[in-house]
Structures are given as C-alpha cells and as structure tokens.
C-alpha cells in the first residue's frame, strides 16, 4: 500500500486538476451562451435566405449561367474540414475528422489516379491529424473560428469562389459540426460548390410574383451572399458545438476528479488506520516482553 504522503500529494494534485476542469468549464459554459446567441439569430436568417432562393428557382425559365452553379465532373475536389484549435473538448475534433477521412476513403477507393482531393483545414487539430495521415493539404485559416467575423467569412468565400471559377477544382465538400445541445453535435457533410439548384414544384404554394429585375438576374447577382450567409452559419455552428463539447467534457472531468479524490481519502484513511493499529500493536507487544 502506497505511503501516507504519496497518497496525501496525489490528493493534493487531484483537488488542483478539478479546479482547472472547474473553471474551464465555467469558462466554456459563459463562451456557449455568447456563441450560441450569435448562431440562434444567424439561423433564421440563414434559413430564409435559402427559402427566397429556392422560391426564386422554381420561377427559373432557364439555366444559371454564373460559374457558381457549374455543375462539372468531380475530377478535383476541396474538401474543408473544420475543427477546433484547442483541445479538451472530448470526441469533438476526432468525431468529424473520422468522418471526413472515411468519406475520402470510400469517395476516392485506392487513390483513383483520375480524380484529385485535397484539404482546406479551418482549426489547429484538424491540421495535426490530417498531416499525421499525410493527406494533401492546400491551406489552412485559424482566424475563421479564432476571431469569426462576418466581413473575414466574406473575405474567405469570395477567394474560394475565385479559384473555384478558375476551375481549381469542381466541387468544395465542407465537413464541420452542427450544434444540437451542449451534450450533443452532430457531424454534418454538406457541398458549398457548385450551388445546388432546388426545383420543387408545389401547385399549392405557388404565388404568382413579379420579380424586378428578373429571378435569374437576382440568383446570379445575390449568389455570393447566399455563400456568405451559408458559410458564416457553418463558423458559427462549429464554435458553438466546440464550447458546448468542452465544457461537458469539462463537467465530466471535474466530476471524475470529485470521485477520484473521494476514493483517495478513503484509501489514505485505511492506510493511516492501518499505521495505528500497527503502532498500537508494537507498543502492547514490547509492554508484554518488558513485564515478561
């Protein structure tokens, strides 16, 4: 059995990690609240955006000629995959990393020689793990979940749409995690390029709109916004399910340490019985010789 001041030092270092986890988890739960009032009002507005779009596409008498709707054989393919820059934020990074390599893996079987990928990582973690599995990367941008800001988000897509349009590549796959609740995020793919077209005919909401200018001149001329908007949403989704995941793993760390310190002072109360006992019986032991 370990020595009373072994047991007492670990004690004493448990009780200063559960304060670390402690305050961490204060610290991601004060930071979920803020992320999370960005995301909730970015949502509505995200989601109507798409809805004009969509009413618009159904009054399309034609094809959009804006590169950004080019559908083209997906010969190179960007992938981006966000993750955090920080750790301890449990299955948060390794969970959506997973998927992307397995979605790699099963899109591109034994490195098909006529199509290319390669990755755009947003977040340190990413970077680590798809540089230890020696995948191709042709960026990386930490600010976009550092610092996110909707004027950065706008910067980043009109770069993206360039080389996009410059035929860089045909498809631009993004791999990031919604937010559910603080306990749960779920791991999403979703294709930011070319802009899928949504064409559903539904005779009962049909309203007969007079558009000036014209659906397709608005499709085209608002395209880059519709990005924009998707994009930022996918920032701000991925942060708030980052401070959610840390700040439960957090919680869970804490309560662990609780347990841990529980179990340590039991032990360090038996060892120390144990020590008395012992003493007590040497001390009868060595009256008895004497009296003997």
């Not at 009002?41 to 094809?63: C, H, V, W």
Request: aromatic share 8%; with cysteine; proline share 4%.
């Amino acid at each position: 059995m370990a020595n009373l001041k072994d047991i007492r030092l670990r004690i004493s270092s448990v009780i200063n990690t559960r304060q670390v986890t402690n305050a961490m988890k204060m610290v991601s739960a004060a930071k979920l609240r803020k992320s999370q009032d960005a995301l909730f009002k970015m949502r509505p507005y995200a989601s109507g955006i798409e809805d004009i779009f969509n009413t618009l596409f159904q009054e399309l008498p034609q094809d959009i000629s804006s590169p950004l709707f080019k559908q083209r054989p997906p010969k190179k393919t960007l992938i981006i995959l966000i993750t955090s820059n920080k750790g301890l934020c449990g299955t948060f990074n390794s969970a959506i990393t997973r998927k992307a390599l397995e979605w790699v893996k099963k899109e591109f079987p034994g490195g098909k020689k006529d199509h290319q990928f390669s990755f755009f990582i947003i977040g340190k973690k990413g970077f680590e793990t798809i540089t230890r599995n020696k995948l191709p990367i042709i960026g990386r941008e930490d600010n976009l979940i550092q610092k996110p800001s909707y004027q950065f988000t706008s910067f980043f897509i009109k770069e993206l749409s360039v080389r996009f349009v410059k035929g860089e590549f045909d498809r631009v796959i993004v791999f990031y995690n919604s937010f559910k609740t603080a306990a749960s995020q779920i791991q999403c793919m979703e294709t930011l390029l070319p802009i899928e077209v949504v064409r559903i005919k539904d005779q009962k909401r049909h309203i007969d709109y007079i558009f000036e200018p014209s659906p397709i001149e608005l499709v085209e001329s608002y395209s880059h916004k519709l990005l924009e908007i998707k994009m930022h949403r996918i920032i701000l989704d991925s942060i708030a399910s980052e401070h959610g995941a840390r700040m439960t793993a957090m919680h869970k760390a804490t309560d662990n340490a609780s347990e841990l310190i529980n179990t340590l002072r039991l032990t360090y109360n038996k060892a120390r019985q144990d020590n008395i006992t012992r003493e007590i019986n040497e001390i009868v032991s060595g009256a008895n010789a004497l009296r003997g």
